[in-house]
Nanobody, 127 residues
């Protein structure tokens, strides 16, 4: 069994920053097969969308959301099994539930390829 625990969400004003964390834990036989971790978000009434993903072995980064380009940065600390999402210059339209997910095979951009999901952490941007 693999567990993903997100933290770091909260309420900020436009222009503010937050850093989300996602820690992966579980049986090493399962966690060792994870090849990529992604951050998704879902706003009320909208579909879940990929924000960014990173290869756990390669370190390669995929940014699939043009709306957050140059404002959000994904990174990882392999020793801590933790992936981060640094969010700068937050905008009201960034308000959403943010989910961390991990996958083993397939395209990083497809939500269906993620095998494990966290419970989500709420990010609210308002003035």
């Amino acid at each position: 069994r693999v567990l993903l625990a997100e933290s770091g969400g909260g309420s900020v004003q436009p222009g503010g920053s937050l850093t989300l964390s996602c820690t992966v834990s579980g049986d090493s036989g399962d966690t060792g097969n994870i090849r990529f971790v992604g951050w998704f978000r879902q706003a009320p009434g909208k579909e879940r969308e990929l924000v960014s993903a990173i290869g756990t072995v390669s370190g390669n980064i995929q940014k699939s959301n043009a709306a957050v380009k140059d404002r959000f940065t994904i990174s990882q600390d392999s020793a801590k099994n933790t992936t981060y999402l640094l969010m700068n210059n937050l905008k009201i339209e960034d308000t959403a539930m943010y989910y961390c997910a991990a996958g083993r095979l397939g395209s990083w951009s497809g939500a269906q390829n993620y095998d494990y999901w966290g419970q989500g952490t709420q990010v609210t941007v308002s003035s």
